[in-house]
């Protein structure tokens, strides 16, 4: 057998080895999943999100027309400008004594919110104590109780306290009914706070109430920030309570102003859209100067009870 024989005889002998699964196979690669918003066409989003602005902005429009629009005019352009209806609103119908009736309420309902809550949601988040999860359902239901239900109890604590026609009655009765939903939303900000940044202050020779302001509450501003303004807000806003507590028109606020400018059988509509313009755009301003502050805050505060 020549050397060229035998060497085929031991190639067609010898068995190839079987190559391992996929050392050489092209592996596929994953199908890459695009957002959802790829795939729908921009029509779809511009056009219901152009008919909500829409619906938005025309009432602020018409406000603001009716406010700027000289009386007796007709054109949907408020050209030329006039100041007639504030300088009406604001000297004439005494909206500067209301502004400033607002704003008292609005700003010490707020305060007092935010401290008795602070007080209330550490407590909650910090400590157990057995009737605990019956206070926070108690807190809960309250918010199901209207105001109206409760103006008759309240009328007469505040006529034994001689506080009716005071501004005094408006924002204890504000604050009470503000305080169950900011404490269980303050309670929710601080239980996102490590318990060891306090311990460490403790550690440190800090007591508990140190410990709580120089710790805790700096992180708090957002959510602080979050729930003052609405509750500043809803004090500003609110009409029920300064109607039924409040009977001298120096003691008025602006909700129950605007409601003197309609009358039985006509309404100055120059005078009402003025006045809208001034109850709004307090609320607009501090809105504006807050709104990063909302969302970082009503986040920190969404966790478990």
């Known amino acids: ?5 035998a060497r085929s005889t031991d190639l067609a002998g010898t068995t190839a080895p079987a190559s391992a699964p996929g050392r050489h196979r092209a592996v596929p ?15 779809q989003i511009y056009v219901p999100l152009g008919v909500y602005l829409l619906f938005t902005l025309v009432p602020f429009y018409w406000m603001l027309l009716f406010a700027f629009r000289p009386a007796g005019s007709t054109s949907l352009v408020p050209w030329p400008l006039t100041l007639e209806h504030f300088d009406k609103v604001w000297n004439e119908r005494a909206f500067a004594t209301f502004f400033q009736n607002s704003l008292l309420v609005g700003v010490a309902s707020m305060l007092m919110t935010t401290v008795v809550a602070l007080a209330g949601g550490y407590a909650l988040a910090r400590f157990n104590f057995r009737v605990k999860q019956g206070f926070m359902l108690a807190l809960l239901c309250s918010q199901f109780i209207p105001g109206a239900l409760m ?8 006529a034994n306290l001689r506080m009716i026609n005071s501004l005094g009655s408006v924002i204890i009765a504000e604050t009470v009914f503000q305080l169950p939903l900011t404490m269980i939303l303050i309670s929710g900000f601080i239980k996102n706070v490590p318990m060891s940044l306090e311990e460490a202050a403790w550690v440190d020779g800090c007591g508990r ?8 509450l700096p992180l708090l501003r957002p ?3 979050a729930v003052g303004s609405f509750a500043f807000v809803h004090s500003w806003n609110h009409f029920l ?12 606020t602006i909700p129950v102003g605007l409601a003197t400018l309609m009358g ?3 309404v100055d509509l120059g005078a009402l859209a003025a006045g ?6 307090p609320v607009v301003i501090v809105f504006a100067f807050i709104q990063k502050w909302l969302v970082t805050g009503f986040s920190a505060g969404a966790v478990k009870g």
């Open 276 to 281: 809208g313009v001034v109850a709004a755009l």
């Open 1 to 5: 057998m020549t050397v060229k024989e």
């Open 264 to 266: 039985a059988d006509s």
């Open 223 to 225: 959510g602080l920030i």
């Open 29 to 43: 690669a994953p199908p890459q999943k695009g957002r959802a918003w790829d795939d729908v066409p921009r029509w």
């Open 241 to 252: 309570f300064a109607l039924m507590f409040l009977s001298d028109q120096g003691k008025q």
């Open 151 to 158: 103006l008759v109890p309240l009328f007469e604590i505040f």
């Open 209 to 216: 109430f140190r410990a709580f302001c120089a710790v805790v």
